[in-house]
């Protein structure tokens, strides 16, 4: 079985993590820069040099957009660009200083390579964070042992490779471990939520007397209740209770039709398509998801014309049309990681004052 | 209830991962000092270098106590806090009396124990409430080594690996108290929706419940009247009208049900169509002793009664068979006539019986319902619930 991510169990986890991932990718720019600057004696190709800055920018910028709230849980796919870039980037920093590289310890690559890779613990499980990190430090010492010829550090060659794996394995194991630990949490606080699930809702008083009020239930209790207390009290049937009873009974039975094949989405949206009944396959969670946002559209947002399309094939879109000149995106972001971690799958996206998310159950 | 983890324990989780993640950063640090020493050594004038190792194990062994406490102890911090820093300085000058005189204070050998350290006070800050661990652990460590490099006649140099791992930990911890807040400002929301919707689920599942009970009661006593001729009404039919005006009021189980046995719960409902002048013929364990839920054994009994309504309105035949099935965890009933049958697409969406009364009945209580009809052969209803 695939081991599950934490950005999977908890989606909003994934949103805090974002500003990390950011924060983490300029300061690994920033230090990238610096040491190049004060360490240009050692650089023998600047265009290398440049590009290995570049590299790693574009690794940064890679990994913050993987992380949008938007799109997709990060995946295997973003893991391994996030590694290859940031391998490639050291690689290109080795490159630039060949020959003329006196002193590991002052090279930004696998410095800047841990810092972009602790933050993947929020993201992806530990297996995968552990092997590649694994992977990368050993590259990394075989990378620092082939440039030997150059450093002047007097000491054996194991601990030039030490110098340069050291903080991408410690980054990698502690990312490991904090996956592992997030995951192991999340897993036992899932289990427990489905354990304490009740199996159908208690059924209250005032419940039943809401259920009454507003459905066929209204009408029963209004109209033909009394009709048949009055029959039973008199003990006959008068000339014209048959066609009244034949008139309550289809009024009672359309409403009863009427009342069935409402469904829950209908009063939620204000237009919705849902030819396969597919609503009332939706889990609890999943409902209780899309309604905290279209409340929150209909709300914090001035959203109108929510729309709501559920496909027979298992797919379903939401529209809205926002107030213009408001900036949603970090609001919403929250709601449809929500609905991400709930769903089989889910995007949003934007377009002018349009809002529009896609989702499969 | 939410599918949003909850605030208070995101913040505690958080804590608990970033503390075993800075514990194994530490560990790999201090494991490479480890390695850098045993390549070192030989090159060495004598093995007194090895008195590291000790110092190096104390300070994991200090880790391992910080990594494991599972609520605050203050004694413990304190003095896990006083071996930690005792080792570094034993550690460190170990490593400058061995090392030459121009090596500066932000080599590998001193550089790598600072940054554990510093990733350990991290671990303490699950105990320790923020990033006063971790800022009291490199601000020690990193004292000891320049203190013991202006002692030994070492050259000082800033230490860029070690500084820029404690900022990017004290960016990290700062800025994941205020996404976090920023992140889950819609818990509450997200609440309030899973409350509207479970409100609106009971709702649901009341409306469907009365309106079942509604269909196998009034809509039959309208029936009745409606195709009377006028005059008296008999005392057995006046008598079934007030009993259903007071089942439905009461949302009563079928009078005759105990909703424990299976005899109980189909026996009332058997009763009725009798009543109705239908002939049932039993079949299968009915006497066996099993046991149901009483919203199960209501269910059952009315969905039953129910079935046996529509062979007696529908079937054209004046008789059907009841079968009982018991498994380890089921019941199955079936509810069988060789009457017309039917087409189920073609039947009209205002039948709402197998619908309504028979159907999601018994799918609300966690009960499966199969139905086989052929044309001219006859119908069969099998109904399924859990058993308690």
Redesign the interface.
Known sequence: MTERTPQE??P??G??????VI??GI?AVV?AVV?SIVGASQISSVPLAIAAILVLVATVVAFVRATSAFRPPLGLGTHFLVFGGSLLAVLLNALSQWGTNTYV??DWGP?AMA?VI??L?SYRAWPELLGSAVVSAVALAALAIAESGSLTTP??L??YA??A???V???G??????????VE??TA?RAE?GA??P??????TA??A???A????GY?HGE??PF??S??EV?????R???R??A??AE???L??L???QS?AE?LVDDLDDPAHLAARLS??Q???L??LV??LRGAESGRDIRLVLRADGSGTLTARLAPGSNPR?RL???V??VR??FASADGDFSGTGFTLRFTL | MSQVFPTSLAVTSTNSAFARGSFWFGIVCLSATFLVILLIVPSLPGTGAYAAFPALLLMVAGAVVLVRMRRRVPVLIGAVAVLELLSMAWYTHTVMSYQEQDAPSDNLLLTLPVIALTMFGVTASRVIRGLVGCVIAYAVAQGIVVVAAVGFGHPVAFDVGATSIFFVIVLTLGLLGRARRMARSIEPQILRADEVDSAALTRELAESRASALVHDTILNELAVVATREPGPLPKRARDRIAASIAELREDAPVAGVEGRAVDGALAAAIEHARSSGLEVTLAGQFGTEVLLDDDTATALGLAVRQCLGNVAAHAGTGSAEVAVIAADSTLTVMVIDSGVGFIEEQVGRDRLGLRNSVRRRIEDVGGTVQLWTTPGVGTSVSITVPLR
Not at chain 1, 199 to 204: E, K
């Open positions: 169990l908890d909003l986890g949103i805090t993590a974002r500003l990390v924060a983490a300061f230090a040491m310890r002052d410095v810092i602790f933050s613990g000491v054996p194991g601990v030490l110098a794996a050291t903080p394995l410690a980054s194991v502690a990312a490991a471990a904090f996956s592992a630990t997030l949490i999340l606080w939520l304490g699930k199996t159908t809702p208690a059924r209250t419940v039943l809401d259920a009454a507003l459905s066929h239930l029963l033909v209740i048949l207390e029959i039973a003990g006959e049937v008068g000339e209770d048959g066609p009873a034949r309550l009974s009672l039975r359309a009863m039709v009342d069935a094949e829950w009063e609890p969670g409902r209780g998801s309604r905290a409340a929150h970090v972001a929250p709601f990681a929500v971690g709930i």
